[in-house]
T-cell receptor
Framework: DVKVTQSSRYLVKRTGEKVFLECVQDMDHENMFWYRQDPGLGLRLIYFSYDVKMKEKGDIPEGYSVSREKKERFSLILESASTNQTSMYLC??????????????FGAGTRLSVL | GDSVTQMEGPVTLSEEAFLTINCTYTATGYPSLFWYVQYPGEGLQLLLKATKADDKGSNKGFEATYRKETTSFHLEKGSVQVSDSAVYFCALTNHNNNDMRFGAGTRLTVKP
């Protein structure tokens, strides 16, 4: 089974702190994604990566950055956390292949509260 | 751009009732369509998918048919169980890229 692991289920941080959310996948997937999930808004893409050291902005990249130094790990960074970044953060990965293309596998999520 | 619209919830049903959750999409070309389910406290899991017009995806008693003429992918189940209580997301990807678009999600509660 594909496993996508997010390092924390719950985090509480203070405004202005630098926050790191880590995600690791064990299926050698090329693609990795970070979403935030808010009630009534579904999932919104923050950043994604097609390869090591490669990143692309999603729909709502402001206030976030990412790092992908190794294929299996994709980190989301909040440089200076703000209260409007309180949300559920979901990491996903997918394989680039003709048959399996586009199926994304998700981690359990990190619920971040910024006070 | 591509987008997905699904019926607003929450939806509350009694056990063994029939379920329909509507989903329509806007996309160029020929997207793949998905239903994901999120159980309480968990991430999203793929429930079913369809990659071309008239395909029917099915899993765990759920079904959805890719209707290009109505740009729809409605989720149905003939007899829901309490364990089906979850949030359901309709989603699409276009074959040109890996970007996935999600609907807002529909919360289903099934009561005994």
């Amino acid at each position: 089974d594909v496993k996508v692991t997010q390092s924390s289920r719950y985090l509480v941080k203070r405004t202005g702190e630098k926050v790191f959310l880590e995600c690791v996948q064990d299926m050698d997937h090329e693609n990795m994604f970070w979403y935030r999930q808010d009630p009534g808004l579904g999932l919104r893409l923050i950043y994604f990566s097609y390869d090591v050291k490669m990143k692309e902005k999603g729909d709502i990249p402001e206030g976030y950055s990412v790092s992908r130094e190794k294929k299996e790990r994709f980190s989301l960074i909040l440089e200076s956390a703000s209260t409007n970044q309180t949300s559920m953060y979901l990491c996903a990965s997918s394989f680039t292949g003709l048959v399996a293309k586009n199926i994304q596998y998700f981690g359990a999520g990190t619920r971040l509260s910024v006070l | 751009g591509d987008s997905v619209t699904q019926m607003e919830g929450p939806v509350t049903l009694s056990e063994e009732a029939f379920l329909t959750i509507n989903c329509t999409y806007t996309a160029t070309g020929y997207p793949s369509l998905f239903w994901y389910v999120q159980y309480p406290g968990e991430g999203l899991q793929l429930l079913l998918k369809a990659t071309k017009a008239d395909d029917k995806g099915s899993n765990k008693g759920f079904e959805a048919t890719y209707r290009k003429e109505t740009t729809s992918f409605h989720l149905e189940k003939g007899s829901v169980q309490v364990s089906d209580s979850a949030v359901y997301f309709c989603a699409l990807t276009n074959h040109n890229n890996n970007d996935m678009r999600f609907g807002a999600g529909t919360r289903l509660t099934v009561k005994p």
